[in-house]
C-alpha cells in the first residue's frame, strides 16, 4: 500500500505542475492528494519501513506507559491510534502555517484597500530604463521582506502598468520583479511561504536567517542586473494621463501603510519576546490594524466606508491558496508519517553524498515543481535531531528554495502572478528571463557556501 500511496502522491504532484494544460485548478489537486494519502495510510497496514523506525517504537512506549489494556489491542487498533496521533500532530504545524497565512494577507489586503502603497509608488519618477529598473527591482526587494513576493510582486507589476507603456520593456520589468521579489522574500522569516515554513516549524531562528541569506539574497538580485546595465536596450515610452491619476485615495493611506509594516515587522519580535508561536503575533497585529481601519474615516458614511473595511478584506484573500496549502501539506505530512521521506533523505545522502549538492537540485527543481510541497517534503526528510535549528542545511535550503523558482514563470507564486496581470509566455520568460534568474541563483549560493562558515552556531 505504501507504493499505491507514493503513486498517488506522484499523481497529485503531475497534476499540480500541469494546473495549466489539464485545466484542473491545483488546490483541487492538492486537496484531493492530501486527503486519498492519509485515508489509504489509514485503511493500509503499516508498511514495513515504519514498523522498523525509532519514530513508531517511542509511538508504541508511549500508548503503552498511558493505554491500561495495551495488550488487548490488535495490530489494525494500534496502526489506526498512531495513524491519528500523527495527522493530529501534523494538522497542528498545518493550521499555524496556515493562520500565519490568512493574517499575512489580510494586513496586506486592509493596507492595499486604502491605497496605503501609492505612498510607494508616486515617488517614483525616472525616463531611464536601467535607472527605474534598479529603482523598481530594489524597491522589490526590499518590500518583499516585509509583506511577501507574492504581494509585492503583484503592487510592483501594477506600478510598471503605469510607468511603462512600452510592452516589450514592460514584460522585462515584470520578469525581473519576479527574481528580485523572489531572492528578497528569502530571507525574511515573513517574506517567503517556505522560509516561513521553516521559520515556524523550528528549523530557523528569525535573526539568523536574515544574518545568514541577506548577503547571499543580495547577490542573487545584484548580479542579472549589473549585468543588465550593460545590456539593457529600448525606451520605456510615454505616459498617458489617465483618470486613475486624478482619483483621490481614502484618508488614511499613509498610517495604515505604517501600522501594517509595523504589525508584519513586529512579529519576530513577538515570538522571541513571548515564546508563542508566530501566528498569534500576527494576529495581534491584524487586530490592532483592524481596529486602526474602524477609527479612521470616521466622518464616511457606512455605505462608502464598507470597501476599506477588515472584513472587506477577507473577503479578498486568496483562500484558494490556503486551501492549497493545506492539501499539499496534508499530502506530504503523509509520506512523513510513514516514514518515507526520511529513508529517501538516507537513499539522497548515500548515493549523491554532498548535502550542498542535494539542497541546490532541490531549489533547480523548484523552478519545475512548486517549491512548497519541495520543502515541505525536506523537512520531512531530515530529522531536527540529526540537523539542530539554523543548521546548513535548513539556512540553504531556505534560499535555495526561495530563488530557485524564478528559473521559470511557474516555479514560484510571484512568477505564476506576473504570469497572469501581464500575460508573459512561459517561453519568452524562458529565453529572456530564465539564464539572468540562474546567474544570480548560482551566484547567491556560492556566496553562501563561502560565507556561512564566519555565521555557522553549529
Known amino acids: ?48 519501513t515504519l514498523l522498523d523506525s525509532s519514530h513508531y517504537t517511542h509511538f508504541l512506549d508511549d500508548l503503552k506507559r498511558t493505554t491500561a489494556n495495551f495488550s488487548a489491542l490488535s495490530t489494525g487498533d494500534i496502526h489506526r491510534e498512531f495513524v491519528l496521533e500523527q495527522l493530529g500532530e501534523h494538522l497542528d504545524e498545518i493550521a499555524q502555517i496556515l493562520f ?37 527591482c530594489g524597491v522589490a526587494f526590499i518590500l518583499s521582506a516585509i509583506l511577501d513576493n507574492l504581494t509585492t510582486t503583484i503592487v510592483m507589476v501594477s506600478l510598471v502598468r503605469k510607468l511603462i507603456p512600452n510592452k516589450e520593456m514592460r514584460l522585462f520589468f515584470a520578469g525581473m520583479i519576479v527574481v528580485s521579489a523572489n531572492a528578497g522574500g528569502a530571507w525574511s522569516p515573513i517574506g517567503d511561504v517556505t522560509t516561513t515554513m521553516l521559520w515556524i516549524g523550528g528549523q530557523i531562528t528569525a535573526v539568523n536567517i536574515v544574518k545568514t541569506l541577506i548577503l547571499p539574497s543580495i547577490v542573487c538580485a545584484v548580479i542579472p542586473l549589473i549585468y543588465l546595465n550593460f545590456k539593457l536596450k529600448g525606451e520605456l515610452g510615454e505616459t498617458p494621463k489617465t483618470k486613475e491619476d486624478d482619483q483621490q485615495s481614502s484618508g488614511g493611506g499613509t498610517l495604515m501603510l505604517i501600522v501594517g509594516v509595523c504589525a508584519l515587522i513586529s512579529v519576530p519580535i513577538f515570538k522571541t519576546i513571548t515564546h508563542l508561536p508566530p501566528y498569534l503575533g500576527m494576529m495581534l497585529g491584524l487586530g490592532v490594524l483592524w481596529v486602526v481601519s474602524e477609527l479612521i474615516n470616521p466622518d464616511m458614511d457606512e455605505a462608502s466606508k464598507k470597501q476599506y473595511t477588515a472584513a472587506h478584506a477577507l473577503s479578498r484573500i486568496d483562500m484558494s491558496s ?26 539522497l545522502t548515500e548515493k549523491l553524498g554532498n548535502i550542498s549538492v542535494i539542497i541546490t537540485l532541490i531549489g533547480i527543481l523548484s523552478s519545475i515543481v512548486d517549491n512548497v510541497p519541495l520543502v515541505a517534503a525536506s523537512m520531512g526528510m531530515y530529522d531536527m535531531n540529526v540537523y539542530p535549528p539554523d543548521h546548513m542545511i535548513w539556512e540553504y535550503l531556505a534560499y535555495c528554495a526561495g530563488t530557485g523558482g524564478s528559473m521559470l514563470i511557474i516555479g514560484s507564486a510571484a512568477g505564476v502572478a506576473a504570469m497572469g496581470m501581464e500575460k508573459i509566455d512561459f517561453i519568452w520568460y524562458l529565453k529572456r528571463i530564465t ?24
Request: charged residues 10%; aromatic residues 14%.
Open 1 to 48: 500500500m505504501e507504493l499505491v500511496i507514493i503513486l498517488i502522491f506522484v499523481i497529485g504532484y503531475l497534476a499540480i505542475a500541469l494546473e495549466h494544460p489539464i485545466k484542473i485548478n491545483k488546490t483541487a489537486s492538492a486537496l484531493l492528494t492530501g486527503v486519498i494519502c492519509w485515508t489509504l495510510f489509514m485503511v493500509a497496514d503499516s508498511p514495513q
Open 100 to 136: 500565519f497565512l490568512m493574517g499575512a494577507m489580510t494586513i496586506v489586503e486592509l493596507v492595499d484597500a486604502h491605497h496605503g502603497f501609492k505612498f510607494i509608488t508616486d515617488r517614483i519618477r525616472t525616463k531611464s530604463p536601467k535607472k527605474l529598473l534598479w529603482i523598481v
Open 322 to 347: 490556503v486551501l492549497f496549502f493545506l492539501g499539499i501539506l496534508l499530502a506530504v505530512g503523509s509520506l512523513e508519517a510513514m516514514g518515507t521521506l526520511h529513508n529517501f533523505a538516507e537513499y
Open 435 to 458: 539564464l539572468l534568474a540562474l546567474m544570480g541563483y548560482f551566484a547567491g549560493a556560492i556566496t553562501y557556501l563561502l560565507t556561512y562558515p564566519f555565521f555557522s552556531v553549529h
